[in-house]
């Protein structure tokens, strides 16, 4: 299958923002204006496309950002490099397909001259069980968990190492 994954453009946000939609509760609801300031604010933020059709999006940011997430801010309190992934959504219908890999495989190029890791929370509760084998096949270990929203959730902390 042909791809290219490229730097998120203003254009794009209104399909992502449906995409993150529609990915509920895989992924936590979002704005179109929260969409806006990633794209200001996230270290990387990419779209991948078949064709021309938006097929998922991935977005991470470095500590040190203005970001009020308790799973980044976990992060922050732990290690003092990291990339830490807010989300990844790839569309249903090109899903078991490579991209997600193909996404991560990306982001570790990109990473790996600021950081040796690379962070994400994949939910527990409610129980995200295809995030969470993807996230272990491709080689993400569980280093703590969280709850919030006043334990309407719960998350797997999860670490990747990067080897060069």
Not at 24 to 36: E, F, G, K, Q, W
Not at 115 to 124: K, S
Not at 145 to 152: A, H, L, N
């Amino acid at each position: 299958m042909g791809f290219h994954i490229s730097k998120t453009d203003t254009i794009d946000l209104p399909h992502i923002h449906d995409l993150n939609q529609h990915a509920l509760p895989a992924v936590s609801s979002i704005t179109l204006n929260d969409m806006t300031q990633f794209l200001e604010m996230a270290d990387y933020f990419r779209v991948i496309k078949v064709k021309n059709d938006i097929a998922g999006f991935l977005i991470a940011l470095a500590p040190g950002k203005d970001y009020h997430s308790p799973n980044y801010k976990w992060f922050e309190k732990k290690y003092s490099q990291f990339m830490y992934v807010d989300r990844i959504v790839i569309d249903p219908s090109f899903q078991s397909k490579g991209l997600g890999r193909a996404f991560y495989d990306d982001l570790k190029m990109f990473s790996q001259r600021y950081t040796p890791i690379i962070t994400c929370e994949v939910n527990l509760k409610p129980k995200n069980d295809e995030s969470l084998l993807f996230h272990k096949k491709y080689g993400f270990e569980q280093v703590g968990t969280q709850e919030t929203d006043g334990g309407k959730k719960e998350v797997s902390l999860m670490v990747y190492k990067i080897s060069s």
